[in-house]
Structures are given as C-alpha cells and as structure tokens.
C-alpha cells in the first residue's frame, strides 16, 4: 500500500518505484527472454508515466505476457489489466510509410491519487543486438525504492559491460551479472542541468558476438561493430541505375576540385529527393537500395546517406556512413563502448584533415552545414575497415553571429521607424533559416513575437536572402511602432535597446544540487542609430557597461553624433562549457546583469 512507503522517498518525488526486477536470460545469440516485475506507486499526474506499462515488438520480437494490477492507497485491488486491455499500435509516427514496429501499452486514467501499478511482461527476442540497459532512475522526481538487473548467460558467449555513476553507496553488486539499487531518493530537476543519464547509476550491456534479424556479428570494438555494418548493412545497396550516374557525371564534368563535385551531387540529391521515414530490415538499420531511392524519390536518413554515398562514389569522391545521435541536445556516441548507438545517419566527406559532415535529410541545408542537430559530438564513421569515432563540427561563438543593424528614427511623441538588418551564422543561422518558408503572416506574427518588448509594432516589409554558398542569413525589416518611448511633461524616455533584449533571468536556488552546462557557444552584435527628435536634447544617459566574466562577456556603450543622433552599440558573447553547481549564482548573476542593463534608458527632453 502506498501508506508504506517511506517518508524520505516521498520527498520531491511524483512517483516512487516500489520494486523493479528485469532479468535477462539469454539462450543463444538469437534467443533472449527479457522478464519484468515492476510496482510503482504514483501521487500525482505528472507521475503516471512513470508507470512504464508498455511493452515494444516487431517481427523479431513477441510479448508472450504482458498484464497488470491497481491498487488503490490502502493496498486493496480496484482494477486488473488483462492482455487485450492493452493498446496495440504502430510504434512510430505517421509520417513514417512503412515500419514493422509496434507497441503495447496500457494508459490508465485515475480516480484518486496515490495509487499503485503491479506490471508483469515477458518478452522474447530473437535478436541479442539491443541488450537492454539498466536504468533504476530514468527520470526526475522518480524515487527507487529497490531495483534489480540480472543477467543469465546460458551461451557461453562473452557479454561486455560497462558501469556508470556507481560511486552510491546505494549500489550493490551481487555478482558479475546482477546488481540491486535500494533507497535512491528522487532528483529535483534544475535548469541547465546535463541529461539526467550523465550522473545516474547505470549498466550498458553487450554480446561480444550477437545477432541482428538472423545476420550475426561481432562487437569487441568499434572497429569490429564498424566492420559489420559496413559488410552486413551497407555492402551491396549501393547500386545506381544508369541514369544516375550519366547525370552526376554530366552535373561535375570539368569540375576539378573534390568538394566542388561534392556540393553539386549533395545539391543534385537535395532537389531528386525528400524524407520520408523507412524502419523496416534488418533491425530497422540496413538502409534502402540505392536504386529504389533513385526510383522513388524518397528515403529516410539512411536510404538518403547511402544513396548520396553511392553518388559520390560515381564523381571520385570519398565518403563515409556516420552513425550519430541527432538532437538539439548534445549526446555522444560511447567512445568507449561498442554497441548498437546512435538513432540517425548523416555523411561524412573526408577533406584532408577536416571532416566535412553532410545532413542528408534536408532539401534545404546549406552543404557541410550541421549546427542544431548533429554538432559538436562523437560519431562512428563506417570504413571498410571498421569503424572509428570522430567529432563533428564545433561551433564557436566566432562561427554563431547574430549582428543586428538598426537606422532609427524618433518623433516628438516617442513613435519611431526604423529599418532593422539582422545576419546570422552558424547555430544561429539555425534558428532563423526556418523563417523563410513560412506565409507572410507567418512571419509578421514570428517578427511581433520576436520583439514583444516593443508595443504597438507593425512590420511594413520583410526581405529574407539565404547565401547557402558563404552560409549567410540576412533579414531586412521595416518597422514601425507608435509611442515607444513614454512620455513625461517636456521629457521622453526611452530603452535604446530595443531590437535585442535579453529578459529571461535563470532561476534562483537556495541550494543549488547539480552541475549546470552550457550547450553552445554565441556571440550577438548590435549596432544602432537612433535619430532623435529635432526639438529634443538629451539630458541623461548611461555611459555603458562592461561585465567580464567565464561564462563571457556583455558590453554596452551610447555615443552622441552629429546631426542630433545616437549610436548604441551592445556586444554579448556566451561561451559553451561544463560548469560546477557552485559557479551557478555567479552566472545567474551574469545573466540578471545582462538584463538589467538592456534596459538602459535615455531621458530627452524639449529644448
């Protein structure tokens, strides 16, 4: 009953895992029996998914049991969950054409908080390539009360394994293959803090030698679980239909130099096809034949990495598959631990020393453009020799710009117009490229909402040019907003910061618990001049602001020019980087600094 669980567990926590045992019995590199025990009690909504009542199957794989039972708070059953209780539907979205995955699960509705969950299933595999992990905390506000992790090996086989973030006195090993958490209180989540995996007990678990829908593999290394996607998933799919190659060849004739040849075909592909996602084959990872592709006009990422390989291959140009988690959060592929990773495949064109990486998947990126969702992480490169994992792109706050350039004219009632240049780069470019493609309405409501500090905004005209060559963003605007400034008897008042203001402050924690990081580094460069009114002087205004600190740096300044102007001139660069939770008040501090001095005001008054 959820009247026992103890006080200290309940603490922060919206559910508690009451007992948790997956064991794993593995009968043969093609036979592995996954079975689950989990009780979980739940005190509020945002604790129902901890509940985990969902089993995944292709047809690889079959739920030989799967059930559950509803206990209200004083222990007593109210609710028992049969097999055909269960939903069962595709396991992937519906932009996917076709797929063999599936899924069941059981999504209960409750009447009253707490209650408790007993969750049985059995699941046979006929794959040993996705060994499950063991995870007793895979969320926050998530108490364990005890969870367990048994492997049985009844092969003979070498299984690998790799420990993370044991140091807890709560983890215990009860032997090589089977180990017991007890009593792990909850973690409160807070901002910035790294991917709750990264400082969780947890187990990874791999067959030396596995098999993957019926196509058998070694995996002692990286160079070894490369060497097989290269000779059992990619070899042999690569095939163009002529017309293909007589094109590509006629598209780079005369062109020279290699990555040249390369923008023209990754440009030819862009224009040929589009994404459409494809899970089907071995495990869902051997891509599309090059041919059908060509054919069809579509693929998922990699039935368009491989298909952009094959052509380049046709022009003399080397390339690589790339195995890559792809996210706006940054996640590594293990160096250290060779297994079935990654969730998306991009290409990777070797030029000299430089990695050059391409995304696939777009029929919009500029070439060798990866910033937002495959940057600045490890990735397994494919040889035929075997794999090898490199970094992609970082980049730094020198390659993010965003300059802002503004000619702002004042009238005497504090309305203005203005003409405002935004150009950006690298993440940056990122966030604004998508504006593009939107209606005119689209964008005038994206403008408002981007300046919402600026009441009584209209957006006259907007210009968009997209440099994909020199991967440039520029955005001209026409703005005009009445009674920016607030007036006062014979004086204005006005924020000369008007086109980009920082205004979010970081949260405040008494006790900070975790580690904090930031993802990406930037710069912002702003540059204005502010046509007063010509009846109006100015009687006041800040001399600016210089803040130096590790986390970067912020600089304002206000200079008075001929012919009644000003010039406001802002500079603010964050840098990327892993930092301790005792630097977070300082850099709470650098944030609220920022913020303060965006608002920075100038008094006129009437001559």
Same mark, same amino acid.
Not at 26 to 45: P, S
Not at 150 to 176: A, C, H, M, Y
Not at 232 to 251: M, N, R
Not at 324 to 344: C, K, L, M, P, W
């Given at each position: 009953?959820?009247?026992?669980?103890?006080?200290?567990?309940?603490?922060?926590?919206?559910?508690?895992?009451?007992?948790?045992?997956?064991?794993?019995?593995?009968?043969?590199?093609?036979?592995?029996?996954?079975?689950?025990?989990?009780?979980?009690?739940?005190?509020?909504?945002?604790?129902?998914?901890?509940?985990?009542?969902?089993?995944?199957?292709?047809?690889?794989?079959?739920?030989?049991?799967?059930?559950?039972?509803?206990?209200?708070?004083?222990?007593?059953?109210?609710?028992?969950?049969?097999?055909?209780?269960?939903?069962?539907?595709?396991?992937?979205?519906?932009?996917?054409?076709?797929?063999?995955?599936?899924?069941?699960?059981?999504?209960?509705?409750?009447?009253?908080?707490?209650?408790?969950?007993?969750?049985?299933?059995?699941?046979?595999?006929?794959?040993?390539?996705?060994?499950?992990?063991?995870?007793?905390?895979?969320?926050?506000?998530?108490?364990?009360?005890?969870?367990?992790?048994?492997?049985?090996?009844?092969?003979?086989?070498?299984?690998?394994?790799?420990?993370?973030?044991?140091?807890?006195?709560?983890?215990?090993?009860?032997?090589?293959?089977?180990?017991?958490?007890?009593?792990?209180?909850?973690?409160?989540?807070?901002?910035?803090?790294?991917?709750?995996?990264?400082?969780?007990?947890?187990?990874?678990?791999?067959?030396?030698?596995?098999?993957?829908?019926?196509?058998?593999?070694?995996?002692?290394?990286?160079?070894?679980?490369?060497?097989?996607?290269?000779?059992?998933?990619?070899?042999?799919?690569?095939?163009?239909?002529?017309?293909?190659?007589?094109?590509?060849?006629?598209?780079?004739?005369?062109?020279?130099?290699?990555?040249?040849?390369?923008?023209?075909?990754?440009?030819?592909?862009?224009?040929?096809?589009?994404?459409?996602?494809?899970?089907?084959?071995?495990?869902?990872?051997?891509?599309?034949?090059?041919?059908?592709?060509?054919?069809?006009?579509?693929?998922?990422?990699?039935?368009?990495?491989?298909?952009?390989?094959?052509?380049?291959?046709?022009?003399?140009?080397?390339?690589?598959?790339?195995?890559?988690?792809?996210?706006?959060?940054?996640?590594?592929?293990?160096?250290?631990?060779?297994?079935?990773?990654?969730?998306?495949?991009?290409?990777?064109?070797?030029?000299?020393?430089?990695?050059?990486?391409?995304?696939?998947?777009?029929?919009?990126?500029?070439?060798?453009?990866?910033?937002?969702?495959?940057?600045?992480?490890?990735?397994?490169?494919?040889?035929?020799?075997?794999?090898?994992?490199?970094?992609?792109?970082?980049?730094?706050?020198?390659?993010?710009?965003?300059?802002?350039?503004?000619?702002?004219?004042?009238?005497?009632?504090?309305?203005?117009?203005?003409?405002?240049?935004?150009?950006?780069?690298?993440?940056?470019?990122?966030?604004?490229?998508?504006?593009?493609?939107?209606?005119?309405?689209?964008?005038?409501?994206?403008?408002?909402?981007?300046?919402?500090?600026?009441?009584?905004?209209?957006?006259? #005209?907007? /210009?968009? @040019? %997209?440099? *994909?060559?020199?991967?440039? $963003?520029?955005?001209? +605007?026409?703005?005009?907003?009445?009674?920016?400034?607030?007036?006062?008897?014979?004086?204005?008042?006005?924020?000369?910061?008007?086109?980009?203001?920082?205004?979010?402050?970081?949260?405040?924690?008494?006790?900070?618990?975790?580690?904090?990081?930031?993802?990406?580094?930037?710069?912002?460069?702003?540059?204005?001049?502010?046509?007063?009114?010509?009846?109006?002087?100015?009687?006041?205004?800040?001399?600016?602001?210089?803040?130096?600190?590790?986390?970067?740096?912020?600089?304002?300044?206000?200079?008075?020019?001929?012919?009644?102007?000003?010039?406001?001139?802002?500079?603010?660069?964050?840098?990327?980087? #892993?930092? /301790?939770? @005792? %630097?977070? *008040?300082?850099?709470?501090? $650098?944030?609220?600094? +920022?913020?303060?001095?965006?608002?920075?005001?100038?008094?006129?008054?009437?001559?």
């Amino acid at each position: 009953m959820s009247l026992l669980v103890p006080q200290d567990l309940k603490s922060n926590s919206n559910a508690v895992v009451r007992y948790n045992k997956e064991r794993i019995e593995i009968n043969g590199i093609d036979e592995m029996v996954v079975y689950t025990k989990r009780i979980v009690t739940v005190f509020n909504k945002y604790g129902n998914r901890h509940a985990n009542t969902v089993e995944f199957y292709n047809d690889y794989t079959e739920i030989k049991k799967i059930e559950a039972k509803i206990y209200d708070q004083f222990g007593d059953e109210i609710k028992k969950i049969r097999r055909n209780d269960f939903t069962d539907q595709s396991a992937v979205s519906g932009g996917t054409l076709y797929s063999d995955s599936r899924v069941k699960f059981f999504e209960y509705t409750p009447v009253k908080y707490p209650y408790t969950i007993e969750y049985e299933s059995e699941v046979h595999h006929e794959s040993t390539a996705f060994m499950p992990q063991w995870r007793p905390i895979d969320g926050f506000f998530l108490a364990v009360q005890h969870s367990e992790f048994e492997i049985q090996n009844n092969t003979g086989e070498t299984i690998r394994l790799k420990k993370e973030n044991f140091e807890n006195d709560s983890i215990s090993e009860i032997s090589e293959f089977h180990f017991k958490a007890e009593n792990l209180p909850s973690i409160k989540y807070e901002a910035y803090c790294p991917n709750i995996a990264m400082y969780t007990p947890r187990v990874k678990v791999v067959m030396a030698k596995f098999s993957m829908a019926g196509v058998e593999g070694h995996n002692n290394n990286w160079q070894d679980f490369g060497k097989w996607v290269y000779s059992k998933l990619l070899t042999g799919t690569d095939v163009l239909p002529q017309s293909a190659i007589e094109d590509v060849k006629a598209l780079t004739d005369g062109v020279d130099n290699k990555i040249e040849r390369a923008k023209l075909v990754y440009k030819y592909m862009q224009d040929k096809t589009r994404y459409i996602s494809v899970q089907i084959g071995i495990g869902g990872w051997k891509p599309m034949l090059a041919d059908d592709v060509d054919k069809l006009g579509y693929g998922d990422c990699k039935g368009l990495t491989n298909y952009t390989k094959a052509l380049l291959e046709v022009v003399d140009v080397p390339s690589y598959y790339t195995l890559v988690y792809g996210d706006e959060n940054i996640r590594d592929i293990d160096a250290d631990f060779s297994s079935v990773q990654g969730n998306h495949a991009i290409l990777c064109v070797p030029n000299n020393d430089e990695h050059i990486f391409l995304e696939c998947t777009s029929q919009s990126n500029p070439f060798g453009f990866t910033a937002g969702f495959t940057d600045d992480r490890d990735v397994l490169l494919v040889k035929p020799e075997g794999g090898e994992i490199v970094h992609t792109k970082v980049y730094n706050a020198d390659d993010s710009v965003q300059k802002t350039m503004a000619n702002v004219i004042f009238d005497e009632v504090g309305s203005f117009t203005s003409d405002v240049t935004i150009t950006t780069t690298g993440y940056q470019y990122n966030n604004h490229q998508r504006i593009e493609t939107e209606t005119l309405r689209d964008q005038q409501l994206y403008y408002k909402n981007y300046w919402d500090n600026i009441n009584n905004i209209t957006i006259d #005209n907007i /210009e968009i @040019e %997209d440099d *994909k060559d020199n991967i440039v $963003f520029s955005e001209n +605007i026409k703005v005009v907003a009445e009674n920016y400034a607030s007036k006062s008897g014979k004086r204005l008042i006005l924020q000369p910061n008007m086109f980009n203001k920082l205004s979010n402050i970081p949260p405040r924690y008494s006790e900070r618990k975790l580690d904090f990081k930031v993802n990406r580094s930037f710069k912002d460069v702003d540059e204005y001049i502010i046509q007063l009114p010509e009846n109006m002087n100015i009687e006041a205004m800040s001399e600016g602001k210089e803040i130096k600190t590790k986390f970067g740096i912020y600089k304002f300044s206000i200079e008075a020019l001929e012919g009644n102007k000003l010039k406001y001139t802002r500079t603010y660069v964050l840098n990327k980087g #892993n930092y /301790e939770k @005792e %630097d977070y *008040k300082a850099y709470r501090n $650098f944030r609220k600094q +920022i913020v303060k001095n965006d608002k920075s005001k100038i008094v006129l008054i009437t001559s």
